[in-house]
Every structure is written in C-alpha cells, then in structure tokens.
C-alpha cells in the first residue's frame, strides 16, 4: 500500500474538517442542517480571488510567489477581505430569509428546505457572475518535496494542515475558555432557558454565522489553491461535510476536525486500492454506518 495515501488523506481532510466545524456549529445553535454551507466555500473562493486580484492591480509586488509557497502576500490580505465579504453574504441571508422564518416559529423542515433553494439560487448566482469555467489562485508549479517513508507533498500543501491545526485549536480555546463560548455552549443545549438567564440569542446566532461563513471562506481558499475554484466545489464538498459533522458529534469542534480527517483518509485509500469512481461513495456509506451505529457520533452525547 502507498504510504503517500496517507498525507493525500491528511490533506483532503484537512479542507473537509475545517469546513465541517463550521456546519456543525450551525447545527447545534440554529437546529437545522444548513445547505448554503458548502455554497459559503465557493462563494469565500470566488470573492477572495477577486479581492486578490483588485489588491494585485493596486499592488503589482502583492502578487510575487514568496517562497517557498505558490502565492504572494496578496492571498493572506485577500483573505481577510473574502472572509469579510463572505460573513456578510450569510448574515444578509439569515436576516432576510432564515431570521425571518425562525421569528414565525416555522418547523425546521421548512427551514431545511429554505436552505436547498437558496442554495441552488447561491450556486446559480456564482455561475452567471463567473461563468463555469474553473479558475485558479495561481499558476506557478511546485514540486512535491519528501517528507519521508515514501511520503511528498508541496509547501502549499503542508501550509494547509498547519493552517487547520492552529485555526482549530484557536476555536476549541474560545469555545471552551471564553464567556462567549460559554455563551454558545448554553444556547446550543436549551436556546430558551439561556435567554431566561439574560444570554443574547441573537447575537450568538449572529457570532455562529460569523464562525461559520469565515471558517467556509477559509476552507473555500484551501481547496481553491491546492485545486481549482469552481461554482460547483462546495455542492461537491456538501456530503463529506455532512458526514465529517455527523461522525464526530454535532457540535464538537474536535470531533468536526477528526471526522473530517477520517473521511478524507477513507476517500484516499478508497482511491488506491478499489479505484475513483468509488471516492464519492465513501462518504455516504460512512454517514449511514454513523447513523446506523452511534447517531450521536464519537464525541457527542445521547439526548435525553
């Protein structure tokens, strides 16, 4: 067996569990599965590559590779302007469309399906506005360096774990050890009760979405630079995402970020030993098995 399998599936994992975090979050705070998520990922993309190329005409030196990496310090400053950019998109959306149903008491169901349809119209909307074709970050090469047991990959690659290892650990940190992760933690296990005890809800709904839109901008960017940017990256991330958030507990930052990692080592091996076509697949057999076997996932509790 191929031990380069193994960092392809750190890396694919990587951009899957960064995702799922966000999802996740949205889950355990706003009840219901969230399907504009993915559409945040090419939408954060998108709107980072034309901050880039804005600051790359104001800035000619902005867009020089630094090495050892395929970009140049432009990415990291667009970055920060998609991410902004993409936080907007969902709190303009909450406050038109799911704000709106959540204040009317409408059945998650309906909340569901209000997320497929906008989600379909996101994903139609970034296909007229950039067309199909897909685009990329940058277009300088760089070679795999070995990192040892048979194993290579690209500075670019390597910053992408990294990357997820911080973001990761910064998250759990305010989650865990702040007075508004605290916040989020009361109004994910009784929303009602932590109004009662004087917790703004609507502004920990909005902080989710803030997390959730910046973490899907980020995760967007990875998968854009390691690959390509197209309209249809995040539907095509949607599952996974599922899957990464489901296996390892709803609400779980940690759990997010394993599942994710499980899943993009399953899809790796998969590609090794059956074959491709099967990559797909690997993720929707994953979350029935979860659902089938411990619904709560491996870090979540059973509801009372």
């Keep these: 067996m191929n031990p380069q399998a193994f960092i392809d599936g750190l890396i694919a994992g990587s951009t899957i569990g960064l995702g799922a975090i966000g999802l996740t979050l949205a889950y355990s705070i706003l009840r219901f599965a969230n399907f504009t998520h993915g559409d945040f990922l ?43 950019l993409t936080v907007l998109l969902a709190l303009g959306l909450d406050r038109i469309l799911f704000g709106r149903l959540r204040a ?17 119209a996101l994903r139609s909307l970034l296909e007229f506005i950039f ?27 390597l910053l992408v774990i990294g ?30 009760l932590a109004g009662v005890y004087g917790i703004d809800v609507a502004q920990v709904v909005r902080i989710t979405w803030v997390i959730g839109a910046g973490l899907a901008c980020i995760a967007g960017v990875m998968a854009g630079l390691l690959v390509q940017i197209r309209p249809y990256m995040g539907f095509d991330l949607l599952l996974p995402l599922f899957a990464a958030a489901i296996l390892g507990g709803i609400g779980s930052i940690p759990g997010a970020m394993l599942g994710g990692l499980i899943i993009g080592l399953a899809e790796a091996f998969t590609v090794q030993i059956i074959g491709a076509e099967w990559r797909a697949a690997v993720s929707f ?7 089938m076997l411990r619904p709560q996932g491996l870090f979540g509790r059973k509801e009372a």
């Design 42 to 84: 090419a939408w954060g993309a998108y709107l980072t590559l034309t901050v880039s190329g804005l600051l790359g005409g104001l800035a000619a030196g902005l867009g020089a590779p630094v090495h050892p990496f395929s970009f140049g310090w432009g990415l990291p400053l667009a970055i920060l302007g998609g991410a902004a």
């Design 104 to 120: 009317r008491g409408a059945d998650v169901i309906i909340i569901v399906m209000a997320s497929f349809g906008a989600s379909m």
């Design 131 to 157: 067309t199909a074709k897909p685009v990329y970050f940058t277009n300088a090469l760089q070679i795999a360096k070995p990192l040892g047991l048979g194993m290579r990959a690209t500075p670019d690659q």
């Design 163 to 192: 990357m997820t290892a911080v973001l990761v650990l910064v998250l759990h940190l305010l989650v865990t050890r702040t007075a508004t992760g605290r916040a989020m933690r009361a109004v994910s296990e009784n929303p009602a």
């Design 285 to 291: 057999i994953i979350l029935v098995l979860v659902l």
